[in-house]
Nanobody, 122 residues
Framework: QVQLVESGGGTVQAGGSLRLSCAAS????????MGWYRQGPGNQRDLVAS???????DYAESVRDRFSISRDSDKNTVFLEMNNLKPEDTAVYYC????????????????WGRGTLVTVSS
């Protein structure tokens, strides 16, 4: 069973930067898409950024000019570089990976990390 562990969250002043990391471990064949989602106070969990195995990237419009997603497929790790952070970026950030399991019928399943808190002060 795959496990995802996020790191890099914390508290930062508005205009500052943080780099989030998410490492996948366990038994699986490969990982297809990976992404970051966030859930702020009173909000649902929404997509922040995603990257496919082929390198195609998508961003929420609210972060497109400020955040950058990348991945190291050899290490099963995805990163989120967050720049010019704003108070409205405050949320719990969750890592998601689409994992191909290592047994028949080799289907893919979404796995989630437990989240890391990002707090941006004004």
């Amino acid at each position: 069973q795959v496990q995802l562990v996020e790191s890099g969250g914390g508290t930062v002043q508005a205009g500052g930067s943080l780099r989030l990391s998410c490492a996948a471990s366990g038994s699986f064949v490969t990982i297809n898409d990976m992404g970051w989602y966030r859930q702020g106070p009173g909000n649902q969990r929404d997509l922040v950024a995603s990257v496919t195995r082929g390198g195609r990237k998508d961003y929420a419009e609210s972060v497109r000019d400020r955040f950058s997603i990348s991945r190291d497929s050899d290490k099963n790790t995805v990163f989120l570089e967050m720049n010019n952070l704003k108070p409205e970026d405050t949320a719990v950030y969750y890592c998601k990976a689409e994992v191909v399991v290592d047994h028949p019928p080799y289907y893919d399943v979404d796995r989630w990390g437990r989240g890391t808190l990002v707090t941006v002060s004004s």
